[in-house]
């Protein structure tokens, strides 16, 4: 994607590209892309008047009486559908939703993170991110879905990495998308695998995770596979995460805020701060960053994914990690959240990790001291004298903390924020009531 494209090189690209249909692409409020096709005579009027559509059938949008709602295409976002590449080409573009009074619609997730980095840049920042999407591929046994993962490799395996060729067709995907891949290797567990794309603003890397997922799913799909960005689909083994890498770039100093030399962990005042912020709200934003029933099975002790509110520049068992700075390499400074994966929204994640930062940093906060011990090898009392906490066990209680959560309702808005909490605990409910495979085997025999 180019930055720098405006309606009229889209509109001379779309000619070029000898493309015959757009898709509209938006996301509800559970980061799902949702599409719009309309036939390439119909773009100029889109870029120009934006495209009507009913929002009452999508997810945490408005009511039925309120359906009417407008997409307006980001002329940045353009590019050609690599898998669709035929002689009827077809093309995208990631649209922001209006209402009929031509206001942004309060629950668009992408407004809602563009809302929150224009309060990053009233107070002197910019926010750039880098997520490292996790997932599985797995075999489809008969046409059915089955955790059947596609390989046995391991961590950066290659003699047993039968993925290496899809991974190569997802990498090229991502590159006629304007998006550049930085590195792609098998992970821990057997199907599992990582591809990463380049560290950018975070409206940017949200439109690209996003784009990440619909791409990996219909190249998958191509192969006779099935990808999966499911947290912890089999027991027992590594579930997937996407760790974010922030920072914050000072706008009038033109350099990365999070630096200071004369730390021993080379970081700011300003980067503390923010990671404090965030240590002391992730609770409340848990029921985003892990919005699954199946989230909480992944975050456990023992499978590498961050279950203790800490942080640390070595440990990898801390929330927050700080990659070491080489020296000279200061605009690399960076603080790595470890707790979200790859079933969040992440316009959502990181509008709400950048307020709960921002948050820290217009309080002054301080962070605890950071852990470098295996925290996994505590105790609960030497975790209590260190004071240092747990992300909730299950769905159910950070839906509790969530509720409560003034940052959380002022970042997603009301409108937002009580459909995003209305559909997480119907989904609760529903778990809370169904009878699982594991009672059925321990129980109906004994009881």
Not at 89 to 95: E, G, N
Not at 161 to 182: P, T
Not at 285 to 304: F, M, W
Not at 397 to 411: D, F, G, H, V
Request: net charge negative; aromatic share 10%.
């Amino acid at each position: 994607m180019t930055a720098t494209l405006t309606k009229e090189d889209v509109l001379r690209r779309v000619t070029e590209d000898n493309v015959k249909f757009i898709n509209l692409q938006f996301t509800d409020i559970h980061g799902m892309v949702k599409n719009v096709t309309i036939p390439v005579g119909q773009l100029e009027k889109s870029l120009t008047q934006g495209t009507w559509f009913d929002g009452s059938s999508i997810e945490g949008f408005t009511r039925i009486q309120e359906s009417d709602q407008l997409l307006r295409p980001d002329p940045s976002t353009y590019a050609v559908i690599p898998w669709m590449d035929s002689e009827e080409r077809s093309a995208r573009l990631i649209c922001d939703i209006y209402m009929p009074d031509g206001k942004p619609f309060e629950g668009d997730p992408r407004y809602i993170l563009k809302r929150a980095l224009a309060k990053a840049k009233s107070m002197g920042y910019k926010y750039y991110t880098g997520p490292e999407l996790e997932f599985f591929l797995f075999r489809k046994d008969n046409g059915h879905v089955e955790p059947l993962p596609h390989d046995r490799g391991s961590y950066f395996d290659l003699s047993l990495d039968n993925a290496y060729e899809v991974r190569q067709e997802m990498m090229m995907a991502l590159e006629k998308f304007g998006i550049e891949v930085e590195a792609s290797h098998h992970e821990v567990a057997a199907g599992q695998h990582e591809i990463d794309f380049k560290y950018d603003d975070a409206l940017r890397t949200a439109d690209n995770a996003v784009t990440l997922k619909a791409t990996f799913k219909a190249i998958a799909q191509r192969h006779g596979l099935h990808i999966t960005f499911m947290p912890k689909p089999i027991a027992g083994v590594n579930g997937s995460g996407m760790h974010v890498h922030q920072s914050l770039w000072d706008i009038k100093e033109d350099r990365n805020a999070f630096y200071d030399a004369k730390d021993p962990y080379r970081l700011s005042s300003v980067a503390k701060s923010f990671i404090a912020g965030q240590l002391s709200h992730i609770k409340e934003i848990a029921a985003v960053t892990n919005p699954l029933v199946n989230s909480y099975k992944r975050l456990v002790p023992g499978y590498e994914a961050s279950t203790y509110i800490c942080w640390a520049q070595r440990n990898r068992t801390a929330l927050i990690r700080i990659p070491k700075i080489i020296e000279g390499k200061g605009n690399a400074a960076r603080a790595e959240i470890r707790c979200p994966d790859p079933a969040s929204n992440p316009y959502l994640v990181f509008a709400l990790l950048l307020e709960a930062g921002l948050k820290g940093i217009r309080e002054s906060a301080i962070p605890p001291e950071p852990a470098e011990e295996d925290v996994f090898e505590y105790t609960d009392e030497m975790l209590r004298k260190k004071g240092i906490d747990y992300l909730p066990y299950s769905l159910w209680q950070a839906i509790e903390k969530m509720s409560a959560s003034e940052l959380a309702k002022q970042t997603l808005g009301e409108h937002t924020f009580g459909r995003y909490l209305a559909a997480k605990t119907q989904e609760w409910d529903a778990f809370r009531v169904s009878v699982t495979d594991w009672e059925k085997e321990r129980y109906l025999e004994l009881y």
